[in-house]
């Protein structure tokens, strides 16, 4: 897998492998962009935060692995639990803090939190960033108390995947190149079995940007990048499509 520009840090850009986590540390300015690199996963935070139903108990708990700066603090707002995010990148968890996230700075595969503590595990956009993803999942299963909700979306190990993940998408101007490793893509019928061993019963489906909004919005982004105006506008919706090849998403309650 070749090399790749991974970013504009303010010392100029480096190169740095496919999926390299210093990329985050490059790219720290744009978590907040809504019209920046990391765009999609603003997009992606909202959809699953649908997912996650306002709590019925006082002291609920919400674990986000791979939490970056918090982009899914806004959409929990509300719902009642106390959110806690774990992350590698001190850059990322730095932000997350500024917009109310307890964060917690830990490797997914080895989360320094007790067994049975959380009400809901988010994993957003994290499963295809690590080597070892059956690891993250058995992590996010010990964290969850019985009847806890995991929800969860990621990129499936498929030729499709690959080619709309990679190959097209780092050629928009909305996508980080390098950000992905395709090797690490995660199986959708073996997540599910992963799951299953530790006791969640997760239910997949596949979901993509609206169609018509994301063209919209790649054209008013082309003009503000013409104009200099500040925002690309109105952020396309993420909805549900029959088939997971791509982008999937996953939630399930964790068995007594």
């Known amino acids: 897998m070749r090399d790749v ?49 306002p709590t019925s108990r006082p002291d609920a708990l919400l674990v986000d692995l791979g939490c970056g700066a918090g982009l899914l603090a806004p959409h929990l707002s509300g719902k009642g639990y106390r959110h806690v995010g774990v992350d590698v990148t001190r850059s990322a968890l730095a932000q997350a803090a500024e917009h109310g996230v307890c964060v917690v700075q830990g490797d997914a595969t080895a989360v320094p939190l007790p067994d ?31 009847g806890g909700l995991l929800v969860l979306d990621t990129l499936n190990d498929t030729a499709l995947a690959r080619l709309v993940a990679v190959r097209i998408a780092e050629r928009l101007p909305t996508v980080p190149r390098g950000i992905h490793d395709p090797r690490l893509f995660v199986d959708a019928r073996a997540l599910v079995a992963e799951c299953a061993r530790h006791g969640v019963d997760l239910r997949l489906r596949g979901i993509r940007p609206q169609a018509g909004g994301l063209v919209a919005w790649l054209l008013r982004r082309r003009r503000v990048a013409r104009t200099g105006a500040t925002s690309a506008g109105r952020a396309p919706r993420i909805v549900p499509t029959r088939s997971t090849a791509v982008l999937y998403q996953g939630r399930g309650v964790r068995n007594g």
């Not at 480096?14 to 999609?40: C, H, I, K, S, T």
């Open 116 to 146: 049975g503590c959380a009400d809901v595990v988010s994993a957003g956009e994290l499963l295809e960033h690590v080597p070892a993803w059956p690891r993250v999942v058995a992590e996010a299963c010990r964290l969850l108390r019985p």
């Open 5 to 53: 520009d991974a970013g504009t840090a303010s010392t100029g850009p480096r190169v740095l492998p496919r999926n390299d986590p210093r990329q985050y540390d490059d790219l720290a300015g744009e978590w907040w962009r809504p019209d920046g690199a990391f765009a999609m996963l603003h997009w992606l935070a909202a959809a699953r935060a649908a997912l996650v139903p």
